[in-house]
């Protein structure tokens, strides 16, 4: 007899990782970090059409010590590179970070001394959203993809036998130089 078969009817069993990460994601939000024409979209992804509200994000916060989630949208310039690196260090843990569109996650067109080449030189990104720009249905389908992650995320020793297993594949990992086509 399996064990829910003994359980009386109406009792759940779950984990604490689980319960918190269900709170986490339902209840992210995002503090204002817009950068360019990206940020554009960013923002129309708060409008009714969109509705970010639907993912308990309505809230914009202005001071990110009431925020647990960076979207960079737009290129970063070397001069706001301290900045947006100073607005993640003000906020609490746990926090994430979004990097959004081509600029932000790579420099994109920008390939130029103004322009840090990738957020990721500043602060450390969970989800890379593509496009130039991309719309508001990809950054809702990146923030989903985020949701995924917290609701999963482990805590305690299992996060850090988590952040050990996946510094190990990475330095494992088949170097980009080395890789052969698209199916190396
Ligand atoms: S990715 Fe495109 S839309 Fe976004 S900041 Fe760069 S140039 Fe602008």
Redesign the pocket.
């Known amino acids: 007899m399996g064990i829910e078969e003994k359980l009386p009817a109406g009792v759940a069993l779950t984990s604490v990782e689980r319960v918190l990460g269900l709170a986490r994601k339902a209840s992210v939000w995002p503090v204002t970090m817009g950068?360019?024409?990206?940020a554009i979209?960013m923002m129309a992804t708060g409008t009714p059409r969109y509705d970010i509200s639907r993912f308990g994000m309505e809230v914009f916060r202005a001071s990110p010590r009431h925020a647990d989630l960076m979207i960079v949208?737009?290129?970063v310039s070397h001069r706001m590179a301290p900045i947006v690196r100073r607005v993640y260090d003000s906020m609490p843990e746990p926090k994430w970070v979004i990097s959004?569109?081509?600029?932000?996650s790579s420099g994109?067109?920008?390939n130029n001394y103004a322009v840090v080449q990738g957020c990721d030189h500043i602060v450390p990104v969970d989800v890379y959203l593509p496009?130039?720009?991309p719309r508001p249905e990809a950054l809702l389908n990146a923030i989903l993809t985020l949701h995924d992650y917290m609701r999963t995320e482990p805590l305690g020793v299992h996060r850090e036998e988590a952040a050990r297993a996946a510094e190990k594949a990475a330095l494992e990992a088949t170097p980009t130089h080395l890789m052969k086509g698209l199916l190396a």
């Open positions: 950068l360019a024409c990206c979209e949208s737009g290129r959004m569109g081509a600029c932000a994109g067109m920008f496009g130039c720009p």
